[in-house]
């Protein structure tokens, strides 16, 4: 029986026609067994020889390993290895990070970054908003948008979540969002929830602020979409979907939707079970490159290690992945949330820059001044960090954000 290898050191192919992905690897083996494990079970081969492979099938579907630095192996994917069907991130998900993870071979394999070819990236049409089209909507063009999450993350009716959302914007958000968990239980039913949000956001623009709040749709895929136009109908201004429990179809699935009307908030709750392990699993890069492929306009990265969310190696990678101009897409709002308050707003800004969205749900409604208290001073500190002054010296004349920072401290 012919035998084939995987292994083309040194020999890169043309980025046009591969998906090339890097691993981080654990192994007993030789790093060049190992490469050639993952590339033999994710293209053509499989644990033994097989007499239907044949050098055409090999040579045309094949992957390679073109790269072995250390403990990262470069593995590149003929483009026809994938659906040539319109954008199918299922399909590629199920080769560059299928059943490799599982290959007992290995100790640990990480997908740290992938690239796409022109003719897959051209399959997807990225976001309708992105950031821009955010800071549109809320007459924002330079600040960091700045918004919370409603807390408790269930529990409050509809009124008192209306109630919790008005109290944000008065108090200067530009944002503020469902929690993760929270859909359509019964304390909170999504229609009734929807309408009052919707009511005190138009009150608050009849205030002079400009706000909106992002309804989680996150829900079974064949009633994702209907349940985003009834939510636009009832009024919301931005719809949530936890990609990683939904599916990034499902985000696509919106964004691509013409009668979807309003930015999508991309939460990312899950992730940590394949992100965290520094030798197991996903980076959030591929996470963030796929989301933005998908459609997303805005997209939780973390707070780059100043939050309470452990740091991810690449947080600083995906500011990159959501902003770059590298793609044919529409930029994606980075989202810096977990563990924020307004002691940490300038740490976060000097890591992740003004282009971010930066948002706090216990950092505001942990104020001893309540929610317009915490809004007052999550604003506050945007305003600090923005002109550069120092949070303490901006807190001299703005006393929420004294309060906040005598509570919470500041880095
Ligand atoms: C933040 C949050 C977000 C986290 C998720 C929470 O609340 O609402 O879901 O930001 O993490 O439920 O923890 P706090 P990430 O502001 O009270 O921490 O953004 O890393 O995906
Ligand atoms: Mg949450």
Redesign the pocket.
Known sequence: MESYSYLHLGEPEDPSEYVVCKYRVTTDLTMEKAAEAIAAEQSTGTWTGISTLDRDIFDSLGARVTGIEGDMITVEYPAEDFSIEVGSVPQILSVIAGNLFGLGALKGVRLEDVSFPKSITSQFKGPKFGADGLREILGRPEKPLVGT?V?P?IGLSPEKTAEYVYEAGSGGLTNSKD??TLVDQPFCPIDERTVAVAEALDTLEEEGHLMVHAINVSTRGDRIVELAEQVQEWGAKQIMVDVITCGFGAVQALAEDPSIKVPIHV???M?GAFTKDPLHGIAMLPITKLVRMCGGDAL?I??LGA???SAGAHDGGNLAACLGDDVPYKTVMP??????HPGIVSDITGRAGMNVQI?????VAGHPDGVVGGAKAMSQAVDAAFLGIPAEEYAKDHEELAKALAMWGSK
Not at 335 to 340: D, I, N, T
């Open positions: 999450i807390k993350k929690d993760e939460h990312r709750t992730h939780h973390g707070t939050g309470k969310m989202v810096c949330s977990g563990g924020v948002q706090a749900g216990g950092g």
